[in-house]
């Protein structure tokens, strides 16, 4: 039990992996939480297509001079009302709205990259994640950005389960269900931004979409699938990133190989519960 201890607890004996350590925290908790809704919406597509529509910001943030998340959050926004409007055009669905938006707005993010041979290497680690150069100032905005991201969908909770499965209901009683729709593409953005610094954005699928996916295995309960998602993706976040440590691998990959993990475990020892019925249990 003492080897396990100090296995576990070696790789935060610096600085530097104790703000990384912090950091995998926030994304374990953030990204999960948004996740189930993405899950039981069915808009898994639309969260892998924000991780890669958002490099365009990324990229004119950094010729910019500016922070990448802002480049970040406002490519993700932009993302979300292109596709609104799209979606709004008779004969357009949303999954070919994602996917017509996405495309122009990751093209545009290469062009923009092919234009400096040095912006390629410097903006790499926002592509696949980098952990362990996370400061205390990367830790400040991510911990604004997740509180902010928790607070919403603590105080829309009760709104997304209505019309994520009584859609005509919600629209009966009074609840804005386009509101919603663009408040989950605002949460799913910020995940996206928080995942730069710790799995990347090729990779913020796999904690956003992963874990909620593996809770969803096991539970019919919203809530309780919130609760397993967190737990699997603070689990996947801390455990991919102390076994990079000792494995000398690449944090974000090694962290979306565990959430990997968790979601073959969960096929391994138990079978999916059915649908979610309305009213929830």
């Given at each position: 039990m003492t080897d396990l201890l100090r296995w576990f607890?070696?790789?935060?004996?610096?600085?530097?992996?104790?703000?990384?350590?912090?950091?995998?925290?926030?994304?374990?908790i953030l990204a999960p939480t948004v996740g189930v809704w993405v899950v039981l919406r069915r808009i898994a597509y639309l969260g892998?297509?924000?991780?890669?529509?958002?490099l365009s910001g990324v990229a004119a943030a950094y010729f910019a001079g500016i922070n990448v998340a802002i480049g970040a959050l406002c490519a993700g926004l932009l993302m979300g009302l292109l596709v609104a409007l799209l979606e709004?055009?008779?004969?357009?669905?949303?999954?070919?709205a994602i996917g017509v938006i996405e495309t122009l707005l990751f093209a545009a993010g290469v062009l923009l990259i092919s234009r400096n041979d040095r912006a390629g290497v410097d903006l790499t680690h926002f592509l696949f994640g980098q952990i362990v150069t996370a400061d205390r100032s990367d830790l400040?905005?991510?911990?604004?950005?997740?509180s902010v991201a928790l607070m919403v969908v603590a105080v829309l909770f009760d709104d997304l389960r209505t019309i994520t499965f009584d859609a005509p209901h919600a629209r009966q009683v009074g609840v804005n269900v386009r509101a919603l729709q663009l408040a989950l593409i605002v949460l799913?953005?910020?995940?996206?931004?928080?995942?730069?610094?710790?799995v990347g954005l090729l990779m913020s699928v796999a904690l956003l979409i992963t874990p909620a996916a593996t809770a969803r295995l096991l539970t019919n309960r919203v809530e309780t699938m919130t609760a397993l998602a967190v737990?699997?993706?603070?689990s996947s976040a801390l455990g991919g990133l102390t076994l990079s440590y000792h494995l000398a691998t690449p944090p974000g990959p090694t962290i979306a190989?565990?959430?990997?993990?968790?979601?073959?475990?969960?096929?391994?020892v138990g079978r999916p519960l059915g649908r979610f019925r309305h009213p929830m249990t």
């Open positions: 607890s070696e790789p935060y004996g610096s600085s530097f992996m104790r703000n990384a350590g912090l950091v995998a925290v926030l994304i374990g892998d297509a924000m991780s890669h529509g958002t709004r055009q008779r004969r357009v669905s949303q999954d070919s400040a905005v991510n911990a604004a950005l997740t799913i953005s910020i995940t996206v931004v928080v995942s730069l610094d710790t737990v699997i993706g603070v190989v565990a959430t990997v993990a968790w979601f073959t475990g969960a096929i391994a």
